[in-house]
């Protein structure tokens, strides 16, 4: 087997959708796995060196056609990164399967661009908001439990906390105020854009 044409149109079928593109626009990552695909060696090369990398399936000689098994709907945007320089991401598609792609594709996620940039991190936000309130079942010591939620002592007139009166400021300012805390806006956020966030809270 030869050298490949670098205006050669590569078929790259990626859970079941197929995708055309040149090789040339492959080649604009280095480093990244679909650069690998792209290189200047010959083909028997390439299909070693991508047989090594876990996640390559096949190669359809007769279609000239490389199937890899991964999520068509986020390739269009690791593609679109590709042809365009800018890195953009799905609302509709969770963050943690968003990252997984980004590495298996070889592509580093400080590369998402800015206006996309909250919408990637939105997952992460919302975890380390559930950490929060994620609360120990054995512990009952409200004393912890508020100084982990940020909250003071709120005494009635007889000298004792009312539960209520605790609890009552951090839920309300968590619907109303979608700056007062980080949970505040995961969960404006989930309300904005219903995705897998929305579950969360």
Known sequence: MGKFDEHERIILNVGGTRHETYRTTLQTLPGTRLALLASESDLETVLDRLQQVPGFIEYN???????????????AYVLN???????????????PLFEEEL????IDETDVE??????YR???????????????VDNDD?????????????????????????????????????YSSRAARVRARSAESPNCYARLL
């Not at 279609?63 to 098994?69: A, G, K, L, R, S």
């Not at 936000?125 to 950490?131: F, G, K, M, T």
Request: aromatic share 16%; charged share 25%; proline share 5%.
């Open 81 to 95: 990164y590709y042809r365009t320089g800018k890195l953009h991401c799905p609302a509709d598609v969770c963050g």
């Open 142 to 178: 409200e004393d912890e439990i508020g100084k982990r939620l940020g909250i003071e002592d709120v005494l009635s007139a007889n000298g004792t906390s009312s539960r209520w009166r605790k609890w009552q400021p951090v839920v309300w300012a968590l619907f109303e105020d979608p």
């Open 61 to 75: 000689a007769r279609n000239n056609e490389y199937f890899f098994d991964r999520h068509p709907g986020v390739f």
């Open 122 to 136: 939105q997952h992460r936000d919302a975890e380390e908001a559930l950490d929060v309130f994620e609360m120990n």
């Open 103 to 106: 590495s298996f594709w070889g």
């Open 114 to 119: 800015p206006c996309c940039w909250m919408t």
